[in-house]
C-alpha cells in the first residue's frame, strides 16, 4: 500500500470481494486515466483541458443512457448501472483533475480542503456505494480519511509537486512560518521549515484520526482494508516527521519492514 494518487483504491487486494474487484478496477481505470490527463506527458494545457472535457461528455452520456465506443466507459457504464452508482463523484473527479491543469497554488487551507474534497473523497464515496454502506456518518468519515490522505500524499510530495511549479502548501502557512515560496525550490533546511511541514503532519494526522472509527463500522474485509489504508498514511506522515521534513532527500515512503508495523497498529486500533 503506497499513498499516490489513486494507489489507495484496492485494485487486486486480497480483502477485497471477488464480486467487487471487476468494478473497482473499473473505477480506477477511469480515475486513473483522466489524473493522466491532467499530469502526463507533454501535452499543453489546452489539449489536458480538452480531453477532460471529452470525458465529462461520456459521463453525461451515461446518464442519457447513451453508448460509448470507449471500453473504458463502457465498463464504467456496467459497473454503475449494475451498482447503481451516483455520477457526481466522477463529475468532481474530473472537476479536480482540471484544477490541477490551471491551478498551481492554493491560498488557503480551506481552498486545499475544496480541492481534496472533489479530487480524493469521490474515491471514498464510491467504495461505500459499493459496499452499500453510503449513509452520512460513513460519508462524513471517510471524507475526512481521504482528505487526510491526500494531504499526507502532498507533504510527502513536496519536492515532486515544486518541479511540476505546484505549491500545495497554502500560501497562509508558508507566510505564518516565514517561508518564501520561491525558497521551496531550493530544499529549505531550517527550522522554520520543520516546524510548517510538522504543522501540516499534525494537521492530517489529526483530521485523519477524526474519521477512523469508521473501520470498525465497515463490513469486516473492507474495515480491514481501510485500517491498513489509515495506518499507512499515518505511518508516511510519522516518515517524514523523523527526517525532520527533508521530504527532498529523504522522501518518505513505506517498505517490508513498515508492513508489520502496519498490521500491528491496525489490530490494536
Known sequence: MTVEHYENFPVASLLLPANLRSAVRNIYAFARTA???ADEGNA???ERIEALEGYEREINAIEANLPS?????????????????PLQPFRDLLSAFKQDVTTTRYATYEDLLDYCRR??????NLM????????????QDSDAICSALQLINFWQDVGIDWEKQRIYIPQEDLKRFGIPPESIGHKPDSTQW???????????????LSGSSLCKRLPTRLGWELRLVVQGGLRIAEKSDQVNADVFRHRPKLDKRDWFILCWRAIFM
Open 35 to 37: 489524473d493522466d490527463f
Open 44 to 46: 499543453t494545457p489546452e
Open 69 to 85: 465506443k470507449s471500453q473504458v466507459f463502457q465498463r464504467l457504464a456496467e459497473t454503475i448501472k449494475e451498482h447503481q452508482l
Open 119 to 124: 479530487s480524493a473523497n469521490p474515491v471514498g
Open 128 to 139: 461505500l456505494h459499493l459496499y452499500g454502506a453510503a449513509n452520512v456518518k460513513n460519508l
Open 194 to 208: 520543520q516546524h510548517l511541514m510538522q504543522f501540516q503532519t499534525q494537521r492530517a494526522r489529526e483530521l485523519m
